[in-house]
């Protein structure tokens, strides 16, 4: 497992853009142990997968929110990010960084979470 | 997307009972599947991958088994830290898809 921790705004205009970044430890985002991943909950409700950044740089999204969302690596921090655009009230969440092993395919590793709350 | 689809969405249970928590997928998933507790304020937790595979350090009272498209989270003898909020996930495809959640409270 790795130690991740999400930083970034807490409160985010509507139709302005959303950025998370994700630091990691215990290991380097630029092997191929992960699949770099963000996750959302929003208030009371059930886990919703965003997408994935592997060490090539290719990605994997969720459908619905492919248009407007973009997730990325920076290698010379051990990091990685989270940008989704145009956000509205609906994309008030907790959004979690994860890792999903790349052997098992599972989420061992999660960061504490960080509430994000869309509001003029 | 594969649909996961959990059943009870809550049920209410005393310490030392037996808890079955139980998920559908909208197709077979090949034992690609993950259970997660939840506790307030926290993010999830991995307790079983692989459909029926313990997560080092989580207690042999749970247990998974299931095949195809369906599959059960078994809690034996529910003890007080045990009262959460259940997650069944799939990775058999993305996008990776969850259940809607069963929490388990105390009757």
């Known amino acids: 497992q790795v130690q991740l921790q999400e930083s970034g705004p807490g409160l985010v205009k509507p139709s302005e853009t959303l950025s998370l970044t994700c630091t990691v430890s215990?290991?380097?985002?630029?092997?191929?142990?992960?699949?770099w991943s963000w996750i959302r909950q929003s208030p009371g409700k059930g886990l919703d997968w965003i997408g994935y950044?592997?060490?090539?740089?290719?990605?994997s999204y969720a459908p619905s929110l492919k248009s407007r969302v973009t997730i990325s690596l920076d290698t010379s921090k051990n990091q990685f990010s989270l940008k989704l655009r145009s956000v509205t009230a609906a994309d008030t969440a907790v959004y979690y960084c994860?890792?999903?092993?790349?052997?098992?395919?599972?989420?061992?590793?999660w960061g504490r979470g960080t509430l994000v709350t869309v509001s003029s | 997307d594969i649909q996961m689809t959990q059943s009870p969405s809550s049920l209410s249970a005393s310490l030392g009972d037996r808890v079955t928590i139980t998920c559908r997928a909208s197709?077979?998933?090949?034992?690609?599947l993950a259970w997660y507790q939840q506790k307030p304020g926290k993010a999830p937790t991995l307790l079983i991958y692989?459909?029926?595979r313990l997560e080092s350090g989580v207690p042999s009272r749970f247990t998974g088994s299931g095949s195809g498209a369906d599959y059960t989270l078994t809690i034996n003898s529910l003890q007080p830290e045990d009262f959460a909020t259940y997650y069944c996930?799939?990775?058999?495809?993305?996008?990776?898809?969850f259940g809607q959640g069963t929490k388990v409270e105390v009757k």
């Open positions: 994860a890792g999903e092993t790349s052997v098992t395919t599972i989420f061992d590793s």
């Open positions: 215990g290991d380097s985002v630029s092997r191929g142990s992960y699949f």
């Open positions: 950044v592997y060490y090539t740089g290719s990605t």
């Open positions: 197709q077979v998933i090949s034992n690609s």
């Open positions: 692989e459909a029926s």
């Open positions: 996930q799939q990775f058999y495809s993305t996008p990776r898809t």
